[in-house]
């Protein structure tokens, strides 16, 4: 776990302390499983295709992160769950206490809102 001082999110894609609106990260939510390590400096594929999936999430996590987007991909069978993408690699996430993912808006919302069908 990465400390960063008050007001600030720790940044999975450029490994430091960001603003929270650049971090891609939801305040007092954490991935269920732990990050992978980033591959040797120079490797940009993932080697096994099945690598780059996590039983669970519908779709397939972007080699390479945006500066500009985070990559939130629903999560089946489960609408307190979603998916985030770092490095290539998914992480599980939670969304708070009574709300579901919407992931037509990528955001976790109201449960009436996020229609999410598990």
């Known amino acids: 776990m990465h400390e960063c001082p008050e007001g600030l999110h720790f940044n999975t894609a450029i490994e430091q302390c960001d603003w929270p609106p650049a971090s891609g990260c939801l305040a007092g939510r954490r991935p269920e499983t732990q990050p992978n390590i980033p591959k040797d400096e120079g490797e940009d594929e993932i080697e096994d295709e099945d690598e780059a999936n996590t039983p669970g999430c519908i779709g397939t996590c972007p080699i390479s992160d945006s500066v500009d987007k985070t990559i939130l991909l629903p999560y089946a069978g489960d609408c307190t769950k979603y998916c985030t993408c770092s ?32």
């Open 87 to 118: 490095n290539g690699r998914p992480l599980i996430m939670l969304c708070p206490d009574n709300l579901h993912f919407d992931a037509k808006n990528s955001v976790c919302n109201w449960k009436w809102a996020a229609k999410c069908q598990s």
